[in-house]
């Protein structure tokens, strides 16, 4: 039996079976106020500034919330802001909180709370970074108001404190904020609408979330990050359930209320279910990623880069991720989201390629002497297990040694982390996948960036990325920066910055007395009931 015949009938036994019969704790409340999620991954490590990993993302948008929120349309809107004020030459910016508002233990949001929480912010995120490399001081005014003082303009300033890929700028108490942005934080406080139940929360297993009281949402409908986040539940468990056959089996049985990402091949049996609904997740969808370490060899070397590229067939990625559905994936030749306004395959042409033969000629002109190409591949994560048992054929279908590690995404969120050398604990590559609503142009693009030491995971060094991505921050129309982003596509092409390996849709799947299930680049919790 093959593995798309066996996950379709691992659903048809009963949860029990499924679950090996335990009788989970996660589980066993029944009441409607209560919600049960299958998240995409376990939620190993909860600080929200130390990495980019989209389920602490999510987790961390019911805990924390921010100044700013990025809506539907990418336009950032007041979230914890009263009101802003900037000066006519563009350098100075005041902000005032609104008032009222409280952290989880019961202690008031704050101007130093907030200053604190952008230092923490800004010294790990990509635009944070820009913003302080022109900074003359941020400092706060009176107990709701602070001023950030620069010596150039910074036009994207509320997307920056908006946009919703990770790092965002969360909110913490100042005391917790402090703390080095390059070390996890041990205290979760936040003033979201959620409160984390630290004393419940079981790494593998599951994350407990209860409704904070004190929440003052604001009084705009919800939008994304948007709006006010009304909560109509009273408890939200997060139950980590890796194994595909065994979420389908606890969704259909109505243990669960919520499956956030259901593997393709598993759809069909749950549409069939007179009590769940299927929909696309998110309509802008999701780019996968090859992501290798530009520190030591063999992908320090251009060539051996370009090899991968060349040789990489980006249907072999999304057949093994989507299936057969050819509505669910499309091949992309470039970095940016498909059908947004700024789109440009410009210089894409390697990405066509699919030659094993022109791929090892290019291994060999890079002196490549056979070194383990280290690959750290999440296994609990459908996308990422799929993606790396198709990379180690390819590598070695090219002539590459490839040293397999099979591991968590946890782990893996940790260890890509790590700039020691592949064989002292470090890595080669990994997989992972980008949201298309991070991709639209560069100001949100954390992977498109290649500027060394303080790049993504990977640490790409290149010059001319790095320029092009100042010409679409200065760009002062849409011609320039559709220009802008067409030189920036051909050069993040041209020096592999990384290799996508296509554009793909993804399914969310939930019981139908669940109201208010939404599509988006990340779960929306707010305005959720459960009948």
Not at 53 to 59: E, G, K, L
Not at 130 to 144: C, K, S
Not at 463 to 480: L, Q, R
Request: glycine residues 8%; proline residues 7%; charged residues 20%.
């Amino acid at each position: 039996m093959d593995r798309r015949s066996f996950l379709k009938s691992a659903t048809g036994v009963g949860v029990a079976a499924a679950t090996g019969g335990l009788a989970m704790p996660a589980l066993a409340q029944g009441a409607t106020k209560t919600l049960r999620f299958v998240p995409q991954a376990n939620l190993a490590n909860f600080d929200p500034i130390w990495g980019t990993q989209y389920v602490v993302r999510n987790a961390a948008l019911l805990v924390w919330d921010t100044l700013y929120g990025v809506n539907s349309k990418f336009e950032p809107k007041r979230q914890m802001v009263e009101a802003e004020e900037v000066s006519a030459d563009g350098l100075t910016w005041t902000f005032k909180l609104r008032s009222g508002l409280k952290f989880h233990d019961g202690s008031p949001v704050t101007a130093k709370d907030v200053v604190a929480s952008l230092v923490r912010w800004s010294a790990r995120d990509p635009m944070g970074l820009m913003i302080r490399a022109i900074q003359v001081e941020l400092t706060p005014v009176d107990e709701l108001t602070w001023k950030w003082v620069l010596k150039q303009p910074f036009p994207k300033m509320l997307f920056a404190l908006a946009k919703n890929n990770a790092p965002c700028s969360f909110i913490m108490p100042e005391r917790i904020a402090k703390t080095d942005p390059f070390q996890q934080i041990t205290e979760y406080i936040g003033s979201g609408p959620f409160k984390f139940a630290r004393s419940e929360w079981v790494p593998g297993a599951k994350a407990v979330f209860e409704k904070f009281a004190d929440y003052k949402p604001r009084e705009e409908p919800a939008d994304w990050m948007a709006g006010g986040k009304k909560v109509l539940i009273d408890r939200l468990e997060w139950v980590i359930m890796p194994d595909p056959a065994t979420a389908a089996a606890a969704l259909q049985s109505g243990e669960v209320d919520w499956w956030e990402t259901p593997l393709a091949d598993l759809v069909p049996v749950l549409k069939g279910h007179k009590d769940i609904s299927v929909d696309i997740g998110d309509p802008l969808g999701n780019i996968g990623a090859f992501r290798m370490n530009h520190l030591f060899p063999p992908f320090n070397n251009l060539k051996v880069r370009q090899a991968v590229a060349t040789a990489l067939n980006q249907e072999d990625y999304m057949r093994a991720i989507v299936g057969e559905d050819d509505k669910l994936w499309k091949p992309l030749p470039g970095f940016f989201t498909p059908g947004t306004p700024l789109y440009t395959e410009e210089g894409g042409e390697m990405f066509k390629k699919k030659s094993v033969a022109e791929a090892k000629k290019l291994l060999a002109e890079s002196g490549y002497k056979g070194e383990p190409v280290t690959c750290i591949v999440a296994q609990d994560m459908a996308a990422t297990k799929s993606m790396g048992d198709v990379t180690a054929e390819l590598l070695k279908s090219i002539g590459m040694n490839v040293d397999f590690v099979a591991t968590d995404w946890g782990t893996v969120g940790s260890r890509r982390a790590q700039k020691t050398p592949p064989g002292q604990g470090g890595w080669s590559m990994f997989h992972t996948w980008h949201a298309g609503a991070d991709c639209v142009n560069p100001a949100s693009y954390t992977a498109i960036r290649a500027n060394g030491e303080k790049a993504w995971f990977g640490w790409p060094d290149v010059p001319p990325v790095e320029e092009h991505i100042t010409s679409w921050f200065n760009a002062k129309d849409i011609a320039a920066e559709k220009e802008a982003m067409g030189k920036l596509n051909k050069a993040a092409v041209e020096n592999v910055v990384y290799v996508p390996t296509g554009f793909y849709l993804g399914y969310q799947a939930w019981r139908k007395n669940v109201a208010g299930v939404t599509s988006g680049p990340f779960p929306v919790f707010w305005g959720v009931a459960k009948g």
